[in-house]
């Protein structure tokens, strides 16, 4: 495959995804916007500041000679003759300045040009100034001067004007006065373009399933499409936003399919290794982590009796959102690992049973301060090992790997790592530095989950269980972190809202 080598290494045709292109020249349409109108205001001014305009008025004079009864060979011999001088007579700077009197100026105002038309005897005048008055007038005061001087100097030639004036209509500049403003707004627009075009595909971002075979250092789970987040009418009438769930009867089929080849990998995973917990993380907010969690948690619990989900992101809780649940104190993951002591009554009575989905749900209702203590803390390690020996599968939702070191902690108690990757998102250099944190620990990376894969294709092929189907659904996201530290209080907490579906 050809690469293309501009300022990010080994960036390849195959790992560019044309919607992610055309999104970016969408969000960024205003600099083109920008760039076009500066290069037209620019170039108008500059084309009205320095560019004069002008206008050309032009009249033909014969030569013709004075004696009847001369011959026609000394006729042609007076009038060739006579013409070139005739010629250079009427550009004269005496006759210029006898003009320029009568028109009421020290100086011609304009540029007097004459020449003779080859073969003929006759010499063409044109006189170009800045308005077509001056053109006009100007071609009329050295028309009425001119005899001054022939009379005394031409005594055998004539000189009689053999078509009027004509009057200036049309600057000469005019269509570059207008072509050119629009001519410099589309080079700037192009050339916008062009830098935007060389931003996105040396972003370095993971845009489609061969962009994470090529720069990720882990395998590729699945593919989760883009998917409406309003797909009745009464939702898109009422503009509701709701958490995007398999257990949500609109939920698209290739969506859930995505879903339950996690939860198809995850099983394969007990069955070969035993493992039981399972972390869900991504390196940056909005990838969609959450959401991810909550939907592998419910595809598991179709299958399982005993699968909880814990929301471990002590900082930015979210899954009590995503499954819209009003919290206590009680029944809070929180409020557990603060606990001076734990019985198994206590993990139970802090448990949420969800019947319709049969899933289980430990939330974090409130953030907790002092969050990376309470996950490194023996009390943490107890709570996971009374969840083991409870459940079939614990899924656990955690901060960002790239803010925070909660995910490291919670990464050396559980058995594997599922990192989720939004198209378009981080970079694949800090996707990478994840990975190599993730290996520091004591947990195995399962592999990545390319979240929000979106393309211009009608028909992608995602491998879905051995099956190619097609994918263009909407996938958005909405919380995102806001941390603020203090000289002495230590950190606290913000949620910067955004117009989204899902939750970081």
């Known amino acids: 495959m050809e690469k293309v080598s501009l300022l990010h290494p080994e960036v390849k045709k195959n790992t560019i995804e044309p919607y992610c292109v055309v999104h970016f020249f969408m969000h960024n349409f205003w600099m083109i916007i920008c760039a076009a109108l500066t290069l037209f205001m620019g170039t108008h001014l500059v084309m009205s500041l320095f560019i004069t305009p002008s206008y050309t008025s032009t009249t033909n004079i014969a030569v013709t000679s004075k004696s009847i009864s001369s011959t026609n060979t000394v006729l042609t011999y007076a009038t060739e003759s006579s013409s070139a001088q005739f010629s250079a007579l009427l550009s004269s700077p005496s006759l210029l300045s006898n003009a320029a009197a009568d028109m009421g100026y020290s100086k011609f105002p304009g540029k007097v040009l004459s020449s003779l038309i080859p073969d003929s005897n006759i010499i063409k005048l044109t006189v170009t100034s800045t308005s077509p008055r001056l053109a006009?007038?100007?071609?009329?005061?050295?028309?009425?001067?001119?005899?001054?001087?022939?009379?005394?100097?031409?005594?055998?030639?004539?000189?009689?004007?053999?078509?009027?004036?004509?009057?200036?209509?049309?600057?000469?500049?005019?269509?570059?006065?207008?072509?050119?403003?629009?001519?410099?707004?589309?080079?700037?627009?192009?050339?916008?373009?062009?830098?935007?075009y060389m931003f996105c595909i040396i972003s370095g971002t993971v845009q489609n399933p061969t962009g994470v075979n090529e720069k990720i250092d882990a395998d590729l789970l699945a593919t989760i499409p883009h998917e409406h987040k309003r797909r009745t009418l009464k939702s898109i009438l009422n503009r509701q936003k709701k958490s995007l769930l398999i257990s949500n009867a609109a939920t698209s089929f290739f969506y859930a399919e995505s879903i339950h080849q996690i939860r198809a990998q995850i099983e394969h995973r007990k069955h070969r290794r035993g493992n039981k917990t399972f972390l869900v993380s991504s390196v940056g907010e909005n990838e969609g982590k959450s959401t991810v969690a909550a939907?592998?948690?419910?595809?598991?619990?179709?299958?399982?009796?005993?699968?909880?989900?814990?929301?471990?992101?002590?900082?930015?809780?979210?899954?009590?959102?995503v499954f819209e649940q009003v919290t206590s104190s009680e029944k809070n993951f929180g409020t557990l690992l603060q606990k001076e002591s734990l019985t198994p009554e206590d993990l139970i009575d802090a448990l949420v049973y969800r019947k319709a989905d049969n899933l289980f749900c430990l939330f974090t209702g409130v953030p907790c301060r002092h969050?990376?203590?309470l996950l490194a803390s023996e009390r943490m390690k107890q709570i996971l090992e009374m969840l083991r020996k409870h459940f079939d599968y614990v899924v656990i939702d955690s901060p960002p790997l790239g803010y925070f070191s909660d995910s490291e902690l919670l990464a050396d108690l559980?058995?594997?790592?599922?990192?989720i990757v939004r198209q378009d998102g981080v970079t694949d250099i800090m996707i990478n530095d994840a990975i190599d944190s993730l290996e520091l620990t004591n947990c195995s990376l399962m592999?990545?989950?390319?979240?929000?894969?979106?393309?211009?294709?009608?028909?992608?092929?995602?491998?879905?269980?051995?099956?190619?189907?097609?994918?263009?659904?909407?996938?958005g996201y909405g919380y995102g972190y806001g941390y603020g530290y203090g000289k002495k209080s230590g950190y606290g907490y913000g949620y910067g809202k955004k117009d989204g579906y899902g939750y970081g």
Do not use: W
Not at 149 to 154: L, M, N, R, S
Not at 295 to 321: E, G, T
Not at 463 to 473: C, E, F, R, V, W
């Open 447 to 475: 592999g990545v989950v390319l979240n929000d894969m979106r393309s211009l294709s009608t028909i992608s092929n995602i491998p879905l269980l051995g099956k190619s189907y097609s994918y263009g659904y909407s996938y």
């Open 136 to 196: 006009y007038t100007g071609v009329l005061a050295i028309l009425n001067n001119y005899d001054r001087y022939t009379e005394y100097i031409f005594d055998s030639v004539v000189l009689e004007i053999s078509s009027a004036p004509t009057i200036p209509r049309k600057e000469h500049s005019a269509s570059v006065r207008k072509t050119a403003p629009f001519i410099a707004a589309a080079v700037g627009a192009v050339g916008v373009c062009v830098l935007l």
């Open 371 to 373: 969050s990376t203590s």
């Open 414 to 419: 559980a058995d594997a790592t599922i990192l």
């Open 295 to 321: 939907n592998i948690a419910l595809s598991l619990a179709q299958k399982h009796k005993r699968v909880l989900l814990v929301d471990a992101d002590l900082r930015k809780p979210a899954q009590h959102r």
